[in-house]
């Protein structure tokens, strides 16, 4: 088990393009720029939250060969990060044919350094081996949507995964909140996702949708943090990681230095 004091959040949702990658790559940032000591985890083949933090690719050992036993995860871990590529692909077929797939992340990361106060895990866009084993490694989950028709329904299933993650393998798994993500408040469409969202969801709906901008696109591709790149627009992300400090037990504080950094 990580430490005790170690908050494991997955970040996750059932469709893909709703900004999961963005999200982690982002709260990393603002979390750390809080005093945050903060681990980021990428799940997902594809390897974006890697290019995102400007990791070489041939950066190796990555999350591949920690699931797959051939290395430890804090051997893994490169400037704060765990990095993914397409061999994650052949790592999850492995995986399952395995005894215990579904807990091959959460034994792994019992093994990352105490000094984390939190680890943000980026799902891939599928509810499946990967996705469930970020889940039974998690204490929370963050789901995003994007601010789209159909919204609702992408989180619904998403939580029907969270649910069954918490019914068999991790009873201790709660919902940390869900984000509106990509959104155009002047749009009938964002405005209809979100009551859709806080209707069903409630509290748990985060305050703070992050607004829609080409600037994202962007940001990514020059591996330069949306807070540096547009404050303006990064002004969403540090307000969510506001409301995620405050949301977790013990980083309450941290929530002010946030916000005197954001000042
Ligand atoms: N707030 C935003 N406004 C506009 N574009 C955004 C925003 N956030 C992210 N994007 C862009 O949308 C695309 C998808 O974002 P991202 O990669 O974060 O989503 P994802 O959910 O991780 O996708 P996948 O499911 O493929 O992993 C990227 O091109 C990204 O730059
Ligand atoms: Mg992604």
Known sequence: MPASQTTTIAVLSQKGGTGKTTTVRTLADALRRAGV????????????????FDLPPDVEPTIA???????????????????????LAE???MLGGKMGRELTLRRALADAPDEYELILIDCPPSLGLLTVNALVA?????????????????????????????????????L??????????????????????????GEAVFDTAIRSSIAYAESAERAVSILDHRPDLGADY???AGEVLTRIPGLESASERLAQHAG
Request: charged share 20%; proline share 3%; hydrophobic share 45%.
């Open 37 to 52: 000591s903060t681990l980021a985890v990428d799940l997902d083949p594809q390897g974006n939250l890697s290019d995102y």
């Open 138 to 174: 998690a204490d929370r989950a963050l789901v995003t949507a994007e601010a789209q028709y159909f919204a609702l329904q992408g989180v619904e299933q998403a939580m029907e995964v969270i649910e069954l993650a918490r019914d068999s393998l991790n009873p201790d798994l709660q």
């Open 238 to 240: 540090l307000a969510l």
């Open 65 to 87: 060969d920690v699931l797959s036993g051939r290395a430890a995860a804090s051997e893994a871990i490169h400037e704060d990060l765990i990095p993914a590529n397409l061999s």
């Open 176 to 201: 940390l909140g869900v984000l509106l993500n990509l959104a155009d408040m002047r749009t009938v469409h964002s405005r209809e996702a979100l009551s859709a969202l806080r209707e069903s969801y």
């Open 91 to 93: 790592a999850e077929l």
